[in-house]
């Protein structure tokens, strides 16, 4: 059986009065039993009821996702990034990597939540190359490592040959282009959105806006299909669907680490991958990458462009 609590320790235990303890029966609902004659109160519910009111929860909570051996990532999804996670499970057979594509905005909220070990992001901030701080420091209570993966070249992915003369958001918009996007919270979104601005078009004017892709190699997909006219992605998804490109821009793409989860030991081991030759050599066969950078701490204001 459960134990069990009288008035006057159920009293003693939240601090109060016994007269109070008959009026959070009534009125505030603290389980108890009169089976006895006398008020009874299980242990194990007055700790749940007490729980259930709980306010201001500490904002990062442990996880046992991101306990042992497993290195979970969460946030912008990369072609680069799915191939050296695998490269990561081959060299570590003991490990297990997974990723949750959720948008570099959705990764910082799994750190937040204490959900996985990294999060990926290219938030940018302003013209002068900077991304992804300010995010951070609205999102996480405490300052994270943040480690360069790469940089790569955002840009329309169109049709083979650009039968529809896109350069830029101006043409879509004048040409009555159907697009291709990707989800709210996602840093491709975002530059997106702040090409049509520039281009002075309401986004949601434009044909296909509502139609999102998950990933970029999506984006791609749907252009190669006929079902788009032009979408954001990177330049490495129409090299590999042999479909045309215009190149808007590099940007940085980085690894958000808590500093708790810095030096453990799978993190560590993800983070050696980035100083070998299998990882450049990757790039440079994906195309559209820039790793010159890659393993570096990254601290603000020091932005560089490649």
Same mark, same amino acid.
């Given at each position: 059986?459960?134990?069990?609590?009288?008035? $006057?320790?159920?009293?003693?235990?939240?601090?109060?009065? %016994? $007269? /109070?303890?008959?009026?959070?029966?009534?009125?505030?609902?603290? #389980?108890?039993?009169?089976?006895?004659? $006398?008020?009874?109160?299980?242990?194990?519910?007055?700790?749940?009821?007490?729980?259930?009111?709980?306010?201001?929860?500490?904002?990062?909570?442990?996880?046992?996702?991101?306990?042992?051996?497993?290195?979970?990532?969460?946030?912008?999804?990369?072609?680069?990034?799915?191939? /050296?996670?695998? *490269?990561? /499970?081959?060299?570590?057979?003991?490990?297990?990597?997974?990723?949750?594509?959720?948008?570099?905005?959705?990764?910082?909220?799994?750190?937040?939540?204490?959900?996985?070990?990294?999060?990926?992001?290219?938030?940018?901030?302003?013209?002068?190359?900077?991304?992804?701080?300010?995010?951070?420091?609205?999102?996480?209570?405490?300052?994270?490592?943040?480690?360069?993966?790469?940089?790569?070249?955002?840009?329309? *992915?169109?049709?083979?040959?650009?039968?529809?003369?896109?350069?830029?958001?101006?043409?879509?918009?004048?040409?009555?282009?159907?697009?291709?996007?990707?989800?709210?919270?996602?840093?491709?979104?975002?530059?997106?959105?702040?090409?049509?601005?520039?281009?002075?078009?309401?986004?949601?004017?434009?044909?296909?806006?509502?139609?999102?892709?998950?990933?970029? /190699?999506?984006?791609?997909?749907?252009?190669?299909?006929?079902?788009?006219?032009?979408?954001?992605?990177?330049?490495?998804?129409?090299?590999?669907?042999?479909?045309?490109?215009?190149?808007?821009?590099?940007?940085?793409?980085?690894?958000?680490?808590?500093?708790?989860?810095?030096?453990?030991?799978?993190?560590?081991?993800?983070?050696?991958?980035?100083?070998?030759?299998?990882?450049?050599?990757?790039?440079? %066969?994906?195309?559209?990458?820039?790793?010159?950078?890659?393993?570096?701490?990254?601290?603000?204001?020091?932005?560089? $462009? #490649?």
């Amino acid at each position: 059986m459960k134990h069990l609590l009288s008035t $006057k320790e159920v009293a003693k235990y939240l601090g109060v009065n %016994e $007269k /109070m303890v008959y009026a959070l029966i009534s009125e505030k609902g603290l #389980p108890a039993t009169k089976a006895t004659g $006398k008020w009874l109160f299980p242990s194990h519910l007055v700790e749940q009821w007490i729980e259930s009111r709980t306010m201001n929860y500490p904002r990062r909570m442990e996880s046992a996702a991101v306990e042992g051996e497993v290195l979970v990532v969460a946030g912008s999804n990369d072609i680069l990034l799915d191939r /050296m996670l695998k *490269v990561f /499970m081959e060299r570590h057979s003991d490990y297990l990597a997974a990723f949750c594509n959720l948008g570099s905005l959705g990764g910082l909220k799994a750190v937040r939540r204490g959900q996985c070990h990294i999060a990926t992001s290219h938030l940018m901030e302003n013209a002068e190359g900077e991304y992804n701080f300010a995010a951070a420091a609205q999102e996480l209570d405490e300052k994270p490592a943040v480690v360069n993966f790469c940089y790569r070249e955002q840009g329309f *992915v169109v049709a083979k040959g650009n039968p529809r003369s896109v350069a830029g958001a101006a043409d879509i918009t004048q040409g009555r282009l159907t697009v291709v996007n990707r989800p709210l919270g996602t840093g491709t979104r975002l530059l997106f959105d702040t090409l049509l601005t520039q281009a002075g078009a309401d986004p949601h004017t434009v044909k296909g806006y509502e139609n999102e892709a998950g990933r970029h /190699m999506d984006v791609g997909i749907e252009v190669l299909a006929g079902r788009a006219d032009t979408g954001m992605a990177i330049r490495t998804v129409a090299a590999r669907l042999d479909l045309g490109f215009v190149p808007v821009q590099w940007e940085r793409f980085d690894l958000i680490i808590p500093k708790e989860h810095f030096f453990d030991k799978p993190v560590q081991l993800f983070l050696g991958l980035l100083n070998e030759p299998e990882f450049h050599k990757a790039a440079e %066969e994906l195309e559209g990458y820039d790793t010159s950078r890659s393993g570096r701490v990254v601290y603000p204001g020091e932005a560089v $462009k #490649p």
